[in-house]
């Protein structure tokens, strides 16, 4: 079901029009409904959307320099800015000036001159279908026994991170993990035992790896995997070995283990220009986590 209104007001819609006097319209038809905020060309929405991600985009169809047309297509063939749903606002009504707009991936139009009560019906529908679209996203993403991010997510969200680090030269770094003798920890305590451990281990990651940036993901069984954009691999043994021992001290009980409480082992590894791909990335944390389960588990090994 659709939420209420009153929680458009945390929405944003971004107005983009050359006329001073058409973007005071907008506003002022829409101001009491949502967060509004304006630019005056195709081109500054662009760069807007890459940097805010608002919730609806209201454009005019003609515009000085890239034409609206223009700017939709270049939004739908761009995958950060591909989800954000655009309403063309347009005096050209006419059925081949509707099949343009649907063809470059608008989801409606408004014409002109504008109605104020037709413009706030149809940006609360679209604002409506965008809350509830996100909303669908999220819980495709999130993994339904720990509420961590899934492994859906992680394999979508390394791919974005490396081609970052390969276009800003910012560092990336990745932990896998894994908890030790966890079988025979399923095997002796049971599957429901099992399951209360990795809810409770996902949720002590998460509350370790609290930066926004960071992320902690499930990435299969008893495996995790936490990403860390901006942090060079110094940072990120610092930040494994916070883990490995935050885990110990939660002093869960594991008869079966050789440490007798539940541990995890974990595996660092950079993005470097020998490790540039994802498998690779993955390959080498997952490595050096072979080689922390070598080590006696309860512990982390690192690239050099």
């Not at 079901?1 to 006329?19: G, P, Q, R």
């Not at 591909?82 to 014409?111: M, R, Y």
């Not at 679209?126 to 996203?137: C, I, P, T, W």
């Not at 001290?249 to 595996?267: D, P, Y």
Request: hydrophobic share 40%; proline share 3%; charged share 25%.
């Amino acid at each position: 079901m659709f939420k209420d209104v009153s929680d458009l007001a945390s929405c944003e819609v971004l107005i983009v029009d050359d006329s001073e006097l058409m973007r005071r319209l907008l506003v002022g038809c829409l101001q009491e409904i949502c967060n509004v905020k304006t630019v005056e060309s195709a081109e500054q929405a662009i760069i807007y959307c890459q940097e805010e991600q608002p919730d609806l985009v209201l454009m005019d169809w003609v515009l000085e320099g890239m034409s609206g047309l223009e700017a939709c297509k270049k939004m739908q063939v761009t995958p950060k800015l591909s989800e954000i749903p655009i309403v063309f606002v347009t005096s050209n009504a006419n059925e081949e000036s509707q099949l343009q707009c649907w063809e470059a991936g608008a989801v409606d139009f408004v014409p002109k001159p504008i109605v104020p009560k037709t413009l706030q019906n149809r940006v609360k529908t679209h604002l409506k279908y965008k809350l509830q679209a996100d909303v669908l996203r999220n819980y495709s993403f999130i993994d339904g026994l720990t509420g961590i991010y899934n492994r859906r997510f992680f394999d979508a969200e390394v791919e974005r991170l490396l081609k970052q680090h390969h276009r800003a030269d910012h560092a990336l770094s990745m932990i896998m993990i894994d908890i030790d003798f966890f079988k025979k920890y399923n095997d002796y305590y049971g599957h429901l035992a099992g399951d209360d451990v990795l809810k409770q281990v996902a949720s002590k990651l998460k509350e370790i790896v609290r930066r926004p940036l960071d992320t902690v993901c499930r990435y299969g069984g008893e495996e995790f995997v936490v990403l860390l954009p901006d942090t060079p691999l110094q940072g990120a043994k610092i930040i494994a070995k916070t883990l490995v021992r935050a885990i110990a001290g939660m002093a869960l009980e594991h008869s079966q283990s050789e440490h007798s409480v539940v541990t995890i082992s974990a595996g660092v590894a950079s993005a470097t220009k020998t490790c540039a791909s994802v498998e690779s990335l993955i390959k080498s944390s997952d490595d050096m986590l072979y080689y922390a389960k070598g080590a006696g588990r309860n512990t982390y090994k690192c690239t050099d």
